[in-house]
């Protein structure tokens, strides 16, 4: 059989066209971090409602609706324990599955505020 001689320019071509892509978004991604720690847009972003930094940063263990996952459900978790405790384990962790420093800063505040006052 003889080999169609384009094949491996083909790829050439394929594989090129598949690492501009990559790197497009990438550079993109990159972009899109860079505006958001300047500028009034960033501030936004880091004034967001806890229930959104939930969704991005917790809930894929606790649940989308808190009811647990790999992670104890939260859905009560503010009868059992303090804004303070909250925020101990967001800053620090807990056993050896709940990892720490997930958010910092006002974000962290913010969904130990929500979270105290699930109960
Ligand atoms: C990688 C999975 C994972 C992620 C992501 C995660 N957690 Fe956890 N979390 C756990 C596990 C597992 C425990 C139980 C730890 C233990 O008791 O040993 C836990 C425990 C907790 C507890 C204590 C609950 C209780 O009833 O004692 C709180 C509060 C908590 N997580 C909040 C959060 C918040 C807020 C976030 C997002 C910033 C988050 N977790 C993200 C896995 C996770």
Redesign the pocket.
Known sequence: MKKNPLIPFAWTAVIGFILIIGVSFWAMQQGGEEEASGGKEGQKAEAAAPEEI?SQ??A???GGDLGGQ???A?NA?GS??SKDE?LD??NNG??????AG??QGEQAEA?AQW?SEKK
């Open positions: 939930y940063n917790c894929s263990c606790h790999v992670g104890p939260l978790v059992k324990l909250i384990i967001i807990k056993g050896s599955g709940m990892p997930l958010i969904v979270l």
